[in-house]
């Protein structure tokens, strides 16, 4: 079912209200981006990726909370507290700060595997990417800068270039990775039609 908000980004995506502003949309909410991405997807600009650069991760701590920050953009997200069980996983992308995310338990495992390597001084340790398909779309210049909140609920700025990504089988779980950490840390395996 098409929400009024899906129309409204799907007028945006047509250029109908290109230099509409986010102030003009008020918040969105998680379902809205998920019916972006159906929107993208029906359209025929999604593609399929995969993370495939090692990454370094340690037991996060409980409580702890992770803030990622991008080089050149600042704060992007703010985890929720980490649970039992969570990881830290800092991406190896020298171009974004090498910026750090909260990967739950139950998702760790199925995502990056086994330890290729001892623990460091700090706890972390190698670890590559199980290369997981994931869909995905570039947000276009004609739809602006827009804001969701993210899976785990916090807010999440998009912005002409990056990438939304997509778990193939939950849809709720679509986020944004930054142009650069995207460029940096996933292989394209088909190309998102632009």
Not at 10 to 31: D, R
Not at 71 to 97: H, I, L, Q
């Amino acid at each position: 079912m098409r929400t009024a908000y899906t129309g409204f980004f799907c007028a945006l995506l047509l250029g109908g209200l290109a230099g509409a502003s986010y102030a003009m949309a008020g918040e969105v909410s998680s379902k809205d981006q998920v019916a972006l991405f159906a929107d993208m997807k029906s359209g025929g600009r999604t593609g399929i990726a995969r993370k495939t650069k090692p990454v370094d991760a340690r037991p996060a701590v409980v409580g702890e909370i992770i803030v990622t920050t991008i080089r050149g953009e600042g704060v992007e997200t703010k985890s929720k507290p980490a649970e039992e069980g969570d990881w830290v996983v800092r991406n190896r992308c020298p171009e974004t700060g090498n910026e750090e995310i909260l990967v739950k338990a139950a998702k760790f495992p199925t995502r990056y595997g086994e330890p290729q390597s001892k623990a460091d001084a700090q706890g972390y340790r190698t670890f590559v990417p199980k290369g997981t398909d994931m869909g995905y779309f570039i947000v276009p210049r004609e739809t602006g800068e827009f804001a969701f909140t993210a899976p785990w609920g916090e807010r999440m700025v998009a912005r002409p270039g990056d990438a939304i990504v997509q778990v193939p089988d939950d849809p709720t779980d679509t986020y944004r990775i930054a142009a650069a950490s995207f460029a940096c840390t996933y292989e394209v395996v088909t190309p998102a039609q632009r």
